[in-house]
């Protein structure tokens, strides 16, 4: 039972976020972020996200070194997809660095397919696709007046000379229009295999059904292309 | 009783004087054990190579060439411009380097927007790309910020942790590829740095009229500090000296404004998904508070998600009549239009959202021709569908 009385997720067992907050803990990467805070706020003056969201890095620190379970699992709902993960925060004085802590909480979200995280992510899983198969995150025909209203009209000038403003650039690698960069199909291929040997494909299954049955289907099927065995990537982390 | 009272020294009469052993341990250090263990490979910056001083005051080695450039998402994808002029300055300057096909992002963009990744995956995709440098025989030369910032991560990851070293050997044995971490990881914008008296010898523009502010990258100076370049000649070796260095050097005026710390508003998920927050950032603190106390002619960045976020969010704030209106461009096409670099064909400025064309004239640019020029070309590739750009073509 939460100290607040409005607390949220109340209905949500103790137990579910317990687990989550021990994971978070569990991390590798968690006796080098949290030392413990002095609640002095200069994360909340260098950070980005608390100017314009309900958001605070120094709450983040606080709820964790505190052990507050229910605080934890609001913020793992509401405000840890608010960060900019600039890293500001790490001016701490404490050497402290909440984005971390923040990119930790958002790795168990993910893993746990929290609805929050589906939502937080629904327009952008896409991009998720681009990345995991093609080793670039974005690329030029992204560039379309719909995807960027507000960015002006060179975006409706880029779209609509992409072919040839996309060849009249000098490096030969750049001379694409669907990936930043041409990457070889070796290259795409051994990023796939990490993703498949590392759990990630099951990370985007939990948070886009659609997405992972796609990028399944197109990777696995120039795997074989290339005479891979798909059974043979099994994850590597799990031993 | 008298009572002695001191007035502490104006900050600008203050001297920094670096006292102690640096708080950080080295990197180099602990790679060099591991290597000598035989867990994993080191590959030695090549020479030749300049020494610059980093944040606790440590030396960091530089390579001028043969360097494998480890290209940008949002750079080749959005600000085309920004790598090519990386590329024309090794090419002016003569300096060897490798653009490859067999580089994939860092995946850093993504992993920062959505976790959907996880410590294991990140540092083989790191690994992957460091051994398939040294294969390709050249040493990696990172053009983004945030795979800069990314991959000091990862090292400190695979510097503490056994377990996570024995997931990347694993993956890495899986790929046939060697287990290899270079001895220093380097930004392109150090190397600009190293080489800005070889730029400003070249110089054909007068940049002496032209104030520029200078924003840094956070995940150049924020994410693992210690690589960063400091020096004590510029803000007292307080802040980063990186691009202002080269502002100066090149005879332009770098001036200061109140929220040179703050972060461009990026976001990583915000600036593709939730814009309003990016683009709110980066007019109302950064580009307002610029235009406010300093009134630039350019703001001059090296990261990619800050060329983006604080150009491309103009637009929108200046229909509101907002008192913004800078142009922004890297520190690679500020260098290489001083080196007289066509601003189209080279710098490809015309991928930018904020009006250049004030810019380009106080700089001396014929801007009208210029475009003639580029428009020139793209009718010949436009009837031509397989010719190209040629590197003979951008400098005719």
């Not at chain 2, 960063?228 to 005026?253: N, P, S």
């Amino acid at each position: 039972m939460s100290i607040y009385k409005d607390a949220k997720y109340q209905d949500v067992p103790y137990e579910k976020k317990q687990k989550l907050f021990q994971e978070v803990k569990e991390d590798m990467r968690w006796e080098s972020v949290m030392y413990g805070c002095y609640e002095c706020g200069i994360c909340v003056a260098a950070c980005p996200s608390a100017r314009f969201y309900d958001f605070s890095p120094r709450v983040f620190a606080q709820v964790m070194g505190r052990e507050d379970i229910d605080t934890f699992y609001e913020l793992l709902n509401d405000s840890v997809w608010d960060c900019s993960q600039c890293f500001s925060c790490t001016r701490c004085p404490r050497q402290n660095n909440p984005g971390a802590i923040i990119t930790i909480m958002r790795e168990v979200a993910v893993n746990h397919g929290l609805s929050s995280a589906k939502k937080a992510l629904q327009a952008y899983s896409r991009i998720i696709y681009k990345i995991m198969s093609t080793g670039t995150q974005v690329a030029p025909d992204m560039l379309q007046p719909d995807f960027f209203p507000d960015w002006g009209p060179d975006v409706k000038d880029v779209s609509e000379n992409l072919d040839v403003w996309r060849r009249a650039v000098p490096p030969e690698t750049m001379h694409t229009t669907e990936l930043a960069w041409d990457v070889s199909e070796k290259t795409r291929l051994e990023l796939y295999m990490i993703w498949k040997l590392t759990g990630n494909l099951e990370m985007i299954e939990n948070i886009d059904e659609g997405i992972f049955m796609i990028l399944e289907e197109v990777m696995e099927e120039l795997l074989e292309e290339h005479g891979y065995d798909i059974d043979d990537f099994e994850n590597v982390l799990e031993d | 009783m008298s009572v002695t009272t001191t007035t502490p020294p104006k900050a600008s009469m203050r001297e920094f004087i670096r006292k102690g052993k640096p708080p950080t341990e080295d990197y180099r250090e602990l790679l060099f054990e591991l290597e000598a263990k035989g867990e994993l490979e080191v590959q030695r910056v090549p020479e030749p190579y300049v020494e610059v001083e980093t944040k606790y005051g440590r030396k960091k080695k530089i390579p001028l060439e043969q360097t494998w450039h480890h290209k940008s998402c949002g750079q080749c994808g959005h600000i085309p411009g920004y790598s090519t002029a990386i590329f024309w300055l090794n090419r002016k300057l003569g300096y060897e380097y490798h653009d490859p096909r067999d580089q994939t992002s860092c995946t850093a963009w993504n992993y920062y927007a959505s976790s959907t990744s996880n410590s294991g995956a990140q540092a083989a995709v790191a690994v992957r790309n460091f051994a398939q440098a040294k294969l390709d025989g050249f040493f990696p030369m990172i053009h983004c910020g945030t795979s800069y910032g990314h991959y000091k991560e990862v090292r400190e990851e695979i510097l503490h942790h056994s377990k996570l070293r024995d997931q990347v050997r694993k993956i890495m044995d899986r790929l046939k590829m060697p287990f290899v971490f270079p001895e220093e990881i380097v930004h392109y914008s150090e190397w600009v740095h190293v080489v800005r008296q070889e730029i400003a010898e070249k110089q054909v523009l007068d940049f002496s009229g032209i104030t520029a502010t200078v924003h840094p990258a956070c995940h150049y100076h924020k994410l693992v500090v210690e690589d960063a370049i400091y020096d004590r000649e510029l803000y007292d070796g307080q802040r980063t000296a990186i691009v202002t260095a080269l502002v100066e050097a090149l005879d332009a005026k770098a001036a200061d404004y109140s929220t040179w710390h703050d972060c461009c508003g990026f976001g990583f998920r915000h600036i593709l998904v939730s814009r309003d927050f990016s683009r709110s950032f980066a007019t109302v603190r950064k580009i307002e508070r610029m235009k406010e106390e300093a009134d630039p002619d350019v703001t001059i960045t090296h990261d990619t998600g800050c060329v983006t976020t604080l150009d491309k969010s103009q637009f929108a704030a200046q229909a509101h009549g907002r008192n913004v209106g800078i142009p922004v461009m890297s520190d690679a096409q500020f260098a290489a239009l001083a080196m007289g670099a066509h601003p189209y064909k080279v710098c490809q400025l015309h991928w930018h959202g904020v009006d250049m064309k004030p810019l380009m004239e106080k700089m001396g640019i014929d801007h009208e021709k210029a475009w003639q020029e580029f428009e020139e070309v793209a009718s010949r590739l436009k009837d031509n569908g397989t010719e190209f750009m040629t590197w003979e073509d951008a400098d005719a």
